[in-house]
């Protein structure tokens, strides 16, 4: 049996956490932006250990499992 809950989880959050494309933390504009579709660096290094803490978060605490076949 293959467990998929990692591959699920981070594609999800990588969906969800792309600078610019919900929102962007910190904005361009202003302290934090909504659907701008544009980033910079800082905002890809906040998004980046966003996405590592939901990730460590879920896999490591919450033990979320997704089984097939």
Do not use: R
Not at 8 to 32: A, Y
Not at 41 to 68: E, M, P, Q, R, W
């Amino acid at each position: 049996m293959a467990d998929w809950g990692p591959v699920v989880i981070g594609v999800v959050l990588f969906v969800l956490l792309q600078p610019g494309l919900l929102f962007q933390l910190p904005g361009n504009n202003k302290h934090v932006d909504f659907g701008s579709l544009k980033t910079n660096g800082k905002a890809i290094a906040v998004h980046t250990l966003i996405f590592f803490t939901a990730y460590a978060i879920l896999i490591l605490a919450v033990h979320v499992h997704i089984y097939t076949g």
